[in-house]
């Protein structure tokens, strides 16, 4: 009855991710598709030993919470292959039941072990459990030693990140490159314009027409009518956004530089949101346009 109380709720959430215009981009570049069965089975390695004890005895003591359980893990296996492109994402339900299932066996062996082997049973689960977690510290520390900047934000960055955060009160469209946009959203209340592959519209597009602004060969009005495309208020120019080579934002009356941190410059989009620059005759001041 529960996992039929499930399917509208689950059917309702998906379907509105479907007809929702931001929804259904997402879903389209979200894939997450999950490896071979045998892959997600050997996945949970030694686990699976105490999880089929501990299903196995609390079927005999009390099958209805059995039968919960092993529905459960039965399932999210199923749905794991359903035809979604987010099925991997659905694991994470599996992993609650599988442990639960282990906890309960790894009592049960307690309690069936003779008292003298209690110990090194207890030992070895938690000598087993050392392999899976030293090679999550071994990968995550390779990136972190190499100062891999896809994880890392250098000074100037961070302190610009910092200003924004601090002295722009209104929530804004921040432009940089993808790779440092990434960490706006994380470090302000700011948009960015191209971010995370899965929750950017048009991702691959959008990231493209950004490296095209930044590689500094663009005509003056082109620049002017992605800024204004996409809503641009502040600009970051660093390190990433110069890989490409020297960009020059000035002279331009629709851009100013308002400072700089180390090396990264911080400019301001000052003219309105669809203003054409040849419709009128600029003041001296660029703030000033009407």
Same mark, same amino acid.
């Given at each position: 009855?529960?996992?039929?109380?499930?399917?509208?709720?689950?059917?309702?959430?998906?379907?509105?991710?479907?007809?929702?215009?931001?929804?259904?981009?997402?879903?389209?570049?979200?894939?997450?598709?999950?490896?071979?069965?045998?892959?997600?089975?050997?996945?949970?390695?030694?686990?699976?030993?105490?999880?089929?004890?501990?299903?196995?005895?609390?079927?005999?003591?009390?099958?209805?919470?059995?039968?919960?359980?092993?529905?459960?893990?039965?399932?999210?296996?199923?749905?794991?292959?359903?035809?979604?492109?987010?099925?991997?994402?659905?694991?994470?339900?599996?992993?609650?039941?599988?442990?639960?299932?282990?906890?309960?066996?790894?009592?049960?062996?307690?309690?069936?072990?003779?008292?003298?082997?209690?110990?090194?049973?207890?030992?070895?689960?938690?000598?087993?459990?050392?392999?899976?977690?030293?090679?999550?510290?071994?990968?995550?520390?390779?990136?972190?030693?190499?100062?891999?900047?896809?994880?890392?934000?250098?000074?100037?960055?961070?302190?610009?990140?910092?200003?924004?955060? /601090?002295?722009?009160?209104? #929530? =804004?469209?921040?432009?940089? *490159? %993808?790779?440092? &946009?990434?960490?706006?959203? !994380?470090? /302000?209340?700011?948009?960015? #314009? =191209?971010?995370?592959?899965? *929750? %950017?519209?048009? &991702?691959?597009?959008?990231? !493209?027409?950004?490296?095209?602004?930044?590689?500094?060969?663009?005509?003056?009005?082109?620049?002017?009518?992605?800024?204004?495309?996409?809503?641009?208020?502040?600009?970051?120019?660093?390190?990433?956004?110069?890989?490409?080579?020297?960009?020059?934002?000035?002279?331009?009356?629709?851009?100013?530089?308002?400072?700089?941190?180390?090396?990264?410059?911080?400019?301001?989009?000052?003219?309105?949101?669809?203003?054409?620059?040849?419709?009128?005759?600029?003041?001296?001041?660029?703030?000033?346009?009407?």
């Amino acid at each position: 009855m529960g996992v039929v109380a499930g399917v509208p709720i689950a059917g309702y959430l998906t379907l509105g991710m479907m007809r929702d215009p931001l929804g259904a981009q997402w879903l389209a570049q979200n894939k997450n598709f999950t490896p071979h069965i045998g892959y997600v089975i050997s996945a949970y390695g030694l686990l699976w030993i105490p999880a089929v004890w501990g299903l196995v005895s609390l079927r005999r003591k009390n099958a209805y919470r059995a039968i919960l359980l092993v529905a459960w893990v039965l399932i999210t296996l199923v749905g794991l292959y359903s035809p979604v492109s987010f099925q991997r994402r659905l694991s994470l339900g599996l992993h609650t039941a599988i442990a639960a299932s282990a906890v309960l066996g790894m009592i049960r062996m307690e309690q069936v072990v003779p008292q003298t082997f209690r110990e090194r049973l207890r030992r070895g689960l938690l000598l087993a459990t050392i392999p899976t977690n030293l090679a999550l510290i071994l990968l995550y520390s390779a990136g972190v030693l190499t100062r891999n900047p896809k994880l890392y934000i250098t000074l100037g960055e961070a302190e610009a990140l910092a200003w924004l955060d /601090t002295q722009v009160e209104e #929530v =804004s469209v921040v432009l940089s *490159s %993808t790779e440092l &946009a990434v960490f706006i959203p !994380a470090f /302000t209340d700011h948009r960015a #314009v =191209s971010g995370n592959a899965f *929750s %950017t519209p048009n &991702a691959k597009e959008t990231e !493209a027409e950004v490296d095209k602004f930044f590689r500094g060969s663009i005509r003056a009005d082109e620049r002017r009518r992605m800024l204004q495309e996409w809503g641009v208020d502040y600009i970051l120019v660093g390190a990433r956004e110069r890989a490409a080579g020297p960009i020059a934002l000035e002279p331009d009356a629709c851009i100013e530089r308002i400072g700089a941190f180390r090396e990264v410059e911080l400019y301001a989009v000052v003219c309105p949101l669809g203003f054409d620059p040849h419709d009128v005759e600029l003041k001296t001041d660029p703030l000033a346009v009407e």
